[in-house]
């Protein structure tokens, strides 16, 4: 079971930029595809979007499609969520996730089809 930890949020203002890092261990990070998920206090859980275990194929929610964007380095083991033009509707608590899948599956986009997660990181927009 691989383990992860994120790191980079923080206290942002309308329109700013952050990078968040995702840095896995205990696991072949190469096999396994990576999602962000983000969660606000009284919201379910949703997804802001995933790469595949090669970096060749990422997919976005529609809310942020446009200003985030996913990459992952996996002699680093690590995958980040570059995330620019930021709004107050993105403060959540961010979660990267990991899964194994199939050599050409799709993105997978529900919390429940992933196995190993972080254990958060903060991001607040300020208006």
């Known amino acids: 079971q691989v383990q992860l930890i994120e790191s980079g949020g923080g206290l942002v203002q309308a329109g700013d930029s952050l990078r968040l890092s995702c840095v896995a261990s205990?696991?072949?990070?190469?096999?396994?595809?990576m999602g962000w998920f983000r969660q606000a206090p009284g919201k379910e859980r949703e997804f802001v979007g995933g790469?595949?275990?090669?970096?060749?194929?990422?997919y976005y929610a529609d809310s942020v499609k446009g200003r985030f964007t996913i990459s992952r380095d996996n002699a680093q083991n690590t995958v980040y969520l570059q995330m620019n033009s930021l709004k107050p509707e993105d403060t959540a608590e961010y979660y990267c996730?990991?899964?194994?899948?199939?050599?050409?599956?799709?993105?997978?986009?529900?919390?429940?089809?992933?196995?190993?997660w972080g254990q958060g990181t903060q991001v607040t927009v300020s208006s």
């Open positions: 996730a990991a899964r194994t899948t199939r050599l050409y599956s799709t993105i997978g986009t529900y919390p429940s089809q992933y196995t190993s």
């Open positions: 205990g696991g072949t990070f190469s096999s396994y595809q």
């Open positions: 790469i595949s275990w090669s970096g060749g194929s990422t």
